[in-house]
């Protein structure tokens, strides 16, 4: 269960203090305003962190654990010891004092409530600065300390300061306001105690959940992975008529540990990863980054998306004798149990596409299999990670350059699970191929013909069809669509010699793999004519390879229309071929 998982994860990262408890979350956070003990502004902090972004170093907001964000969409609603600048001093960024002023005063109703009692000079200095504070323009122009630092703060976080020490590093303070939210959630007059459908204890349930950010199409604000419409038939079913949240009851602690854990995947951008519309995160039930860092290894290769050769063939090498895996220098049981999520948006809602849970050790063979079964001679790397099979399959020229939702997470669900690949994702390998033949470079061996998603073709076959499908040429295949392809690659080759600026491709490859009994004669034709241009041992070479790879074929065999399958052996018979008589070449 997707809930369960992410609270088992929230648990586990809680214990070792490295998520927050409930009531409280990370935030970012830009500047502090240091008050002395008079509650006066003294001095405006920049907490900023010099981050690198690509090529470049950046000033990015320092993350701190801090009281929750409140949700407010349209409402007033302030967070205590910390918020923008409308809150905090009533400096509007549109310039509107009338709604400065209305969150200034949400903030010191706030913050006076919830401090009364506190006597630390960090709360005695917020409670008179609040007192004294008056959120007119020429006060907040005339302050010293705000002067040249007020379009830098009018859209950042800031936070209360006394000296060097944060608002929320005072234990006074933490107190007082942890005795808020329990004085909150006993006063709540909606708050009921239901059985909780993932912990089965009776515990105050939840109305709303918190947002989920990160998810690619979701506002900045976040969205919803669980959500009701109040008014509509899912909200009253099961009788809980106007009793919002209750037909499917989760209690505050689980809404809180689960989106807390959910987040804080998202934020981690090492391991989120998209596809498609898709967006994934995965993890292990044990808090190590590292069983996060192999699969995402194996998945999206390291910073220049490569994937050592020798590191795939130690680590398939442990997990066939059911040995640990070692990642940075650290030994992983292959029996650790293993999540990945896909999730897509719309608008503030999220779906999930789908959730696989298994172990560490099936999740890599998944994986690998998936590589063993896409390699293919090429001068190019022998794995190659997800994105750069995604770009394959999408046209450079189409302004919708991602890929449709229906195989994006049919070919995922297939690439986690082992099972077979969507058909789908043949045909648009093939469609890509007739699409997008030309290259810049035409001195390429793989001219006009992606390597990529010829692989994708040969990996389908295997997987889909157990078919035994080799890396290079395969000289003994007699599938009739893998010879025509062949035959095409020499007759292709042939014209080359005689007028390399076109070649029977540019105007018959499409036509060839569709319909090849009506192409055939014609390019069979032309390749003769050339044939004759040849001298030498070079005509006595291709004339013996066409006279053998004709010898497999009969006029019968040749259909006058080719079934989608056999277009992609047509494809992957003409690309074997042409590194064949490319790599031959090089070696004379």
């Known amino acids: 269960m997707i809930i369960e998982s992410l609270v088992k994860r929230y648990e586990t990262l809680a214990k070792e203090g490295k998520l927050p408890l409930m009531g409280w ?63 905090l001093l009533g400096l509007d960024s549109k310039g509107d004092y009338k709604k400065g002023m209305e969150r200034f005063s949400a903030a010191k109703e706030k913050h006076l409530q919830i401090l009364d009692k506190c006597n630390s000079k960090m709360a005695v200095a917020i409670k008179i600065f609040f007192k004294t504070w008056i959120p007119a323009k020429n006060n907040i122009q005339n302050c010293d300390p705000l002067k040249n630092m007020l379009e830098d703060i009018k859209e950042s976080n800031l936070i209360f300061m006394l000296g060097d020490t944060l608002a929320v590093d005072d234990n006074e303070i933490k107190a007082a306001y942890q005795k808020y939210l329990d004085d909150v959630q006993g006063n709540l007059e909606n708050n009921k105690k239901m059985r909780c ?16 950010k990160g998810i690619v199409g979701t506002p900045s604000s976040g969205g919803k992975l669980i959500s009701f419409n109040k008014d509509s038939p899912s909200h009253e079913s099961y009788g809980k008529y106007k009793d919002q949240g209750f037909n499917a009851p989760i209690s ?58 020798q590191f795939f063939s130690d680590t398939s090498e442990a997990l066939e004798n059911g040995e640990t895996v070692c990642f940075n220098g650290k030994s992983l049981d292959i029996n650790t149990p293993f999540n990945i999520l896909g999730l ?9 596409r789908f959730f696989i849970e298994t172990t560490l050790g099936e999740a890599l063979k998944n994986l690998m299999r998936h590589h063993q079964n896409m390699e293919i001679v090429s001068s190019k790397s022998k794995y190659f990670p997800l994105f750069r099979l995604e ?11 991602d890929l449709t939702p229906i195989l994006a997470c049919s070919f995922l669900k297939s690439l986690f699970s082992g099972n077979d690949y969507p058909k789908t994702l043949l045909s648009r390998a093939i469609k890509q191929t007739y699409l997008e033949q030309d290259s810049k470079d035409k001195k390429l061996p793989n001219y006009k013909i992606s390597f990529i998603r010829c692989a994708i073709i040969k990996a389908y076959f295997i997987r889909n069809y157990w078919r035994e499908m080799t890396v ?3 000289e003994e295949e007699k599938d009739v669509g893998y010879v025509l392809g062949r035959i095409f690659a020499v007759l292709e080759a042939i014209q080359k010699k005689s007028n390399p600026e076109v070649t029977i491709k540019d105007r018959y490859f499409n036509s060839f793999c569709t319909m090849p009994k009506k192409t055939f004669p014609i390019i069979n034709n032309l390749s003769q004519y050339h044939l004759k241009k040849l001298k030498g041992g070079l005509k006595i070479y ?29 494809i992957l018979g003409y690309y074997h071929q042409n590194q064949s008589l490319y790599t031959k070449k090089e070696d004379a």
């Open 197 to 212: 459908i993932v912990t089965g204890k009776k515990e105050n349930i939840a109305r709303t959940h918190p947002m989920i």
């Open 25 to 87: 979350g990370n935030e970012k956070i830009s500047y502090g305003l240091r008050l002395n003990e008079n509650g006066e502004i003294t001095e405006v902090v920049d907490l900023r962190t010099e981050t690198v972004k690509g090529k470049k170093r950046i000033l990015s907001p320092t993350v701190k654990i801090l009281p929750e964000r409140v949700e407010r969409s349209n409402n007033v609603n302030s967070n205590f010891l910390y918020d923008n600048a409308a809150y």
């Open 252 to 309: 505050q602690y689980v809404a809180f540990a689960y989106t807390t854990a959910l987040n804080n995947l998202l934020q981690n951008r090492k391991y989120v990863r998209r596809f498609g519309d898709t967006t994934l995160v995965y993890w292990a039930d044990k808090s190590d980054e590292e069983y996060q860092g192999i699969f995402d290894y194996f998945l999206a290769g390291d910073n220049q998306g490569e994937i050592s050769e």
């Open 472 to 474: 290079a040429l395969n």
């Open 542 to 570: 291709y004339d013996k390879l066409l006279r053998e790879l004709m010898g497999k074929l009969s006029v019968e065999s040749i259909p006058s229309i080719m079934p989608l399958e056999r277009q992609g052996m047509v």
């Open 344 to 352: 897509t948006a719309n608008t503030a809602r999220i779906s999930i």
């Open 391 to 401: 770009k394959s399959l999408v046209s450079s020229k189409s302004q919708d350059r």
